[in-house]
């Protein structure tokens, strides 16, 4: 299984990225995809989820209305859109798949892991 997450950046606060994640070796529209964040010295957060078949999102309170989550299934991909970018949203950004659809998913209910992507955000 691989989980490749790119699209990342450096971006002014205000602005916007799309970050995208392919997978491949697994049945992609078999398991919900979630997106985390972890930056320096904090503990890996929750962003958001799908629901294997995309139309049910959660996202995280600290991105609400900013951030909107996608997939398309047909090209095994999730995507990731952030507007109104914040300082406080610099992280390395992950990609994860997981055979349940939860609405506070841990790290550890996770079941595949992408490497990140780097999203830096000046102020």
């Known amino acids: 299984v691989q989980l490749q997450a790119f699209g990342g950046g450096l971006v002014q606060a205000g602005g916007s990225l799309r970050l995208s994640c392919a997978a491949s070796g697994l049945t992609f529209s078999s398991y919900a995809m979630n997106w985390f964040r972890q930056a320096p010295g904090k503990e890996r957060e929750f962003v958001g989820g799908i629901r294997w078949s995309g139309g049910i999102t959660y996202l995280g309170d600290s991105v609400k209305g900013r951030f909107t989550i996608s997939r398309d299934n047909a090209k095994s991909t999730v995507y990731l859109q952030m507007n109104s970018l914040k300082p406080e949203d610099t992280a390395v950004y992950y990609c994860?798949?997981?055979?349940?659809?939860?609405?506070?998913?841990?790290?550890?209910?996770?079941?595949?892991w992408g490497k990140g992507t780097q999203v830096t955000v000046s102020s």
């Open positions: 994860a798949a997981d055979q349940s659809f939860r609405a506070t998913p841990s790290p550890r209910d996770m079941d595949y």
